[in-house]
């Protein structure tokens, strides 16, 4: 009798040992799904370290059959949210408190990032769509609105470092750097060629950027030489088959010409 109580007890032991093992096992299999992408989605704002992970783990830690996190996926849409956050690089770029120079090199460290975020929502399906439209229009706009503190901040840090900031030289160079901004906001309307690729949410999407950043430009500039950004409007206008980015063209090109107009006048 006694012999068995031990044997009993020895199985009630092994029992307790395997339920244990059992649930160490689901939860490490448990932290290892969870953890498997790890993004700062508790900071309010993410800095240029933050980018420095983040891009690099949404361009090489998915493996080709993983969906990336996207707006239309509830538990993932906040990372990127949170990847085209402006304010990220606004809370910085917009602090006069802060150096021109800090900002100017903070600014240029951004749109490194933003280069290399532009591969990350570019996969297109069997079928020559995008699989991530709006995540990789997100990631444009960001751009836009980047490059536009960007160039204007370089400009003003070439003006303070010049002896005479309205000699001919600065003058050019400002101007060489507007007219690199403007062919940089060529290769956004370039992508209309690509507009049956886009859902009908992308194109109207598209067709706010155009609305909203190509605007910003024109009025923060009303002088450069948008010639160029007219003939492509008009070249994409017979392109397009989209009413909304149709109508984002013609005015583009409607403001285009009355800018033009008035600085004749």
């Known amino acids: 009798m006694y012999l068995q109580n031990i044997k009993d007890q020895k199985l009630n032991l092994m029992t307790k040992i395997r339920i244990v093992l059992f649930a160490l096992l ?15 989605i508790d900071k309010r704002y993410w800095d240029l370290n933050d980018y420095d992970k983040v ?34 690089f606004n ?56 490059q536009l503190k960007y160039f204007k901040l370089g400009n003003d840090q070439i003006k303070k470092n010049a002896d005479d900031p309205n000699s001919s030289s600065v ?42 950043y190509f605007t910003a430009l024109i009025e923060h500039y ?7 950004m007219k003939n492509k409007a008009e070249l994409m206008l017979k392109k397009s088959e989209s009413d909304k980015i149709k109508s984002s063209l013609n005015k583009l090109i409607e403001l285009i010409a009355s800018k033009k107009e008035t600085k004749n006048n």
């Open 91 to 146: 809370i910085v770029l917009d602090d006069n408190e802060l150096g021109l120079k800090h900002r100017n090199e903070v600014a240029e460290k951004f749109f490194s990032e933003w280069k290399d975020m532009n591969n990350i929502y570019d996969a297109l399906d069997r079928k020559d769509k995008y699989l991530y439209d709006k995540e990789m229009l997100a990631v444009w706009h960001f751009g836009l609105e980047l």
């Open 26 to 40: 689901c939860v490490t299999l448990t932290n290892c799904k969870t953890e498997k992408h790890k993004f700062p």
């Open 171 to 212: 003058k050019n160079n400002v101007n060489t750097n507007v007219s690199t901004l403007i062919t940089n906001y060529l290769i956004y309307l370039s992508e209309i060629n690509n507009e049956k690729a886009f859902t009908e949410d992308g194109k109207v999407k598209f067709a706010d950027g155009i609305d909203q």
């Open 222 to 228: 009303p002088d450069a030489d948008y010639s160029g």
């Open 55 to 88: 891009v690099l783990e949404l361009n090489y830690g998915y493996k080709a059959d993983e969906k990336l996190p996207a707006f239309r996926d509830p538990e993932t849409r906040i990372i990127v949210e949170k990847l085209t956050d402006q304010q990220n």
